[in-house]
């Protein structure tokens, strides 16, 4: 989730995604749109006497729904600084938080695996959507009744913080409920099995959620259903395969330098691609005495034309700027740094620079599949 970072507190980035650009004025459109009818359901909630026709202006609804709007976000964005600030205290870094199309998103560097860290880290969010709650409503409580305008805005987001927290508290992982239900489960059982079901039970609430969505047209609905199922799903696979790497380094799963096919770089475009064609590889480290020096892949070569590739030499056409990993880096890392930089394969180079191996998402598929077979909930 990347987005334009706008601001920052307590050593936070706030960035905005480009899907808030689009979902602020939409919700300012539709507030201003129905402001009579919403200003009547928060007279019947509140018992009060907002003048709904007061509202109902040339331009007056517009301007109204766009300081709602506005408000709503401010509210979600400190629901996550709630949750932030608490993970802060924990030890738990937070890269930034996103506000986007679905609300807000706290990006944290290492997710915490410690029931009684996520509790809190959990419940602390919709804790603080009460609490704006409460104040909006006391405000509200506090305005002038003549001034019809502020106290719609008042109730309207004192309304709307207690049903974000309660919304945020349904058992639906990775929702805030889910979470919290997570961590229950983790008191009793491995990390990684909790973790497993609790995303079951939010993806069975994802897909309630966007039924009831589809019944009622309701296309946020539909999106935030569609979201809770694939980031449950994923979260989980990525929290069964840290507990099966666990203890596990590229040493272990590599495939080493005996088993590799090299190139060196006085190697012509032409028998790399003779080699490429008969080994069946599209991608070949380059090694000179020993030390990794670049890497060539069949794309390099490409653009080179058939009749010049007896005059072109792997050193001409490979790249230098290569990434490369330690053998005693973790497993789960290696497979991170594949999937950031969206690469197939990465060089393991020792301390000094030697080339001492080759690991792929193959093979840590591979391993993890073996692993998980034999450990099916490593403890995390």
Request: net charge negative; proline share 4%.
């Amino acid at each position: 989730m990347r987005g334009i970072q706008v601001a920052s507190a307590f050593g936070i980035p706030i960035r905005l995604h480009w899907t808030f650009l689009i979902v602020l004025p939409l919700f300012a459109v539709i507030i201003g749109w129905d402001i009579v009818l919403l200003a009547d359901v928060l007279n019947e909630i509140f018992t009060t006497e907002i003048d709904s026709q007061a509202l109902d202006g040339e331009w007056e609804p517009w301007v109204l729904g766009f300081a709602a709007a506005l408000g709503l976000f401010v509210g979600v964005l400190l629901h996550e600084f709630g949750h932030s600030l608490v993970a802060l205290r924990y030890g738990y870094g937070i890269e930034s938080i996103t506000l986007w199309l679905l609300g807000g998103l706290a990006q944290f560097t290492e997710m915490p695996e410690n029931w009684r860290h996520e509790f809190w880290i959990a419940i602390a969010g919709p804790l603080v959507s009460i609490a704006v709650g409460v104040v909006c409503y006391a405000g509200f409580l506090l305005t002038p009744p003549d001034l019809d305008a502020v106290q719609f805005v008042l109730a309207y987001l004192a309304l709307l913080n207690i049903v974000l927290a309660v919304f945020n508290m349904l058992p639906a992982f990775p929702m805030d409920g889910g979470r919290v239900l997570r961590a229950l489960l983790a008191r009793s059982r491995p990390h990684a099995q909790a973790t497993q079901q609790a995303a079951e039970i939010g993806k069975f609430f994802a897909f309630v959620l966007g039924l009831v969505g589809v019944l009622a047209l309701n296309i946020i609905l539909i999106l935030l259903a569609f979201f809770i199922y694939i980031a449950a799903a994923g979260e989980a696979q990525q929290t069964v395969m840290k507990a099966t790497f666990e203890g596990v380094t590229v040493a272990d799963v590599m495939t080493r330098k005996e088993n590799l096919h090299v190139v060196s770089p006085e190697t012509t475009v032409a028998e790399l691609i003779e080699r490429m064609f008969t080994e069946r590889h599209t991608g070949y480290p380059v090694v000179y005495r020993d030390d990794l020096v670049g890497m060539v892949t069949l794309d390099d070569v490409r653009e080179i034309r058939p009749e010049e590739r007896d005059a072109y030499y792997v050193e001409d056409v490979m790249s230098t700027e290569v990434r490369r990993i330690s053998p005693t880096t973790d497993a789960m890392d290696a497979l991170r740094e594949l999937h950031e930089h969206d690469i197939g394969r990465l060089p393991v180079v020792d301390e000094r620079g030697a080339l001492v191996g080759l690991i792929s998402r193959t093979d840590l598929m591979t391993a993890f599949n073996i692993l998980q077979s034999r450990y099916p909930y490593a403890s995390g």
